[in-house]
């Protein structure tokens, strides 16, 4: 498949790319104008910050204004990650087709240049030394050698913009087909639970804590539980505005009515019917069911509390089966099976506090 006036981004001196987030796979950039010559930033070092650039200044600047409203995507150098070309042949030809295209994070090809990557791994080294790059993040950098980077829709939100951005994963919104009968527990927080028992030897005592989401709540036909579900949403990503009541009532009318959500657990279920201990792990199908069971939902929601909210569906990179990930999968949903977290049988006592929504639970309990 042909990529015809794919965009070129190399070092410049009017132009820096800020660290914004990175994932497993990726790392995101935002875009600055920039008054001197580094290439690369942490939002660290910009507490003044320099601003977005407008079209009209990037076409000053001899930059294709079509980077506007984009955020900047490279991919780790990682077994698990693929080419981005590959990725890009798979959300054209798999992933568009199952959504409407204003409920996706458009993805478009762009080339950057190899000294524009060195620059930004030097730079993610550097934020290593400086505390600024979350710890688990630490030894893995860019593929330098990578001849693509995605440019993906900027769904983010300054403090004093009208809308208020959230981001989560809905994760499995339908239960494990290989989930016993009579679970208490859906897979999310079947999974959620396992791991609250590692969390207890963390470092980070807090990390045990965790709230969570359910997300069989999420689509829940029982508005009670799916504001709960709500609640614990804006106090996971919008901590300092979790008692907004516009923003509340916002969230839980988008998922009390909204198509979208109810259409990803559609999916999930019909891409993969069997389970991942039947199922053929290099079977397209079988995989997309993956990648939509770890996707991210990306919301701008009114602070007003009037107007319509923007939804988009990202973070749907093709999953692939190589390496130990099959293996991985199926020893995980093993465990969760013969250790009790489905059914609640589980050896650990302090784990089995259940708010799934199987078990009647209000929302909380979902490894998010």
Same mark, same amino acid.
């Given at each position: 498949m042909a990529y015809a006036n794919v965009l070129n981004l190399d070092l410049s001196s009017s132009i820096q790319l800020e660290y914004l987030a990175e994932g497993g796979a990726n790392v995101v950039y935002r875009m600055r104008l920039s008054s001197s010559s580094p290439s690369t930033s942490s939002a660290r070092d910009l507490t003044t910050g320099g601003k977005t650039p407008q079209p009209t200044q990037l076409s000053a600047l001899g930059i294709n204004p079509q980077f506007y409203g984009k955020l900047f995507r490279l991919r780790k150098d990682l077994p698990s990650t693929v080419p981005v070309i590959d990725s890009q042949k798979y959300f054209n030809t798999t992933i568009q087709p199952l959504f409407t295209q204003h409920n996706l994070i458009e993805q478009l090809l762009f080339k950057p240049s190899t000294s524009l990557i060195k620059s930004c791994n030097t730079n993610l080294k550097r934020m290593e030394t400086d505390g600024s790059r979350p710890h688990k993040r630490h030894g893995v950098y860019l593929v330098e050698s990578e001849t693509y980077g995605t440019l993906i829709t900027d769904m983010?939100?300054?403090?004093?913009?009208?809308?208020?951005?959230?981001?989560?994963?809905?994760?499995?919104?339908? $239960?494990?087909?290989?989930?016993? @009968?009579?679970?208490? +527990?859906?897979? *999310?927080?079947? #999974?959620?639970?396992?791991? %609250?028992?590692?969390?207890?030897?963390?470092?980070?005592?807090?990390?045990?804590?965790?709230?969570?989401?359910?997300?069989?709540?999420?689509?829940?036909?029982?508005?009670?539980?799916?504001?709960?579900?709500?609640?614990?949403?804006?106090?996971?990503?919008?901590?300092?505005?979790?008692?907004?009541?516009?923003?509340?009532?916002?969230?839980?009318?988008?998922?009390?009515?909204?198509?979208?959500?109810?259409?990803?657990?559609?999916?999930?279920?019909?891409?993969?019917?069997?389970?991942?201990?039947?199922?053929?792990?290099? $079977?397209?199908?079988?995989?997309? @069911?993956?990648?939509? +069971?770890?996707? *991210?939902?990306? #919301?701008?929601?009114?602070? %007003?509390?009037?107007?319509?909210?923007?939804?988009?569906?990202?973070?749907?990179?093709?999953?692939?089966?190589?390496?130990s990930k099959a293996a991985y999968w199926r020893r995980v949903e093993r465990d969760l099976i013969d250790e009790g977290w489905y059914t609640g049988a589980e050896r650990d006592v302090d784990a089995r506090k259940n708010s799934c929504h199987l078990a009647g639970g209000f929302g909380a309990g979902g490894e998010n």
């Open positions: 983010t939100c300054a403090a004093a913009d009208s809308h208020a951005s959230i981001e989560f994963k809905p994760k499995w919104l339908v $239960q494990s087909p290989s989930a016993p @009968a009579g679970s208490v +527990r859906c897979r *999310t927080c079947a #999974l959620r639970a396992m791991k %609250s028992v590692a969390r207890k030897t963390s470092a980070d005592p807090a990390e045990s804590l965790r709230l969570g989401i359910c997300p069989l709540s999420l689509v829940s036909d029982d508005k009670a539980k799916v504001t709960a579900a709500a609640k614990i949403v804006l106090e996971l990503c919008r901590p300092d505005e979790s008692d907004s009541e516009n923003l509340k009532r916002g969230l839980v009318e988008f998922l009390y009515k909204s198509p979208l959500l109810r259409l990803l657990r559609t999916l999930q279920e019909a891409m993969d019917p069997i389970g991942v201990l039947q199922a053929d792990p290099s $079977q397209r199908n079988f995989l997309t @069911a993956m990648t939509i +069971r770890d996707c *991210t939902l990306f #919301l701008k929601i009114p602070r %007003s509390g009037h107007g319509a909210i923007e939804a988009r569906l990202g973070d749907l990179d093709l999953k692939t089966s190589s390496g």
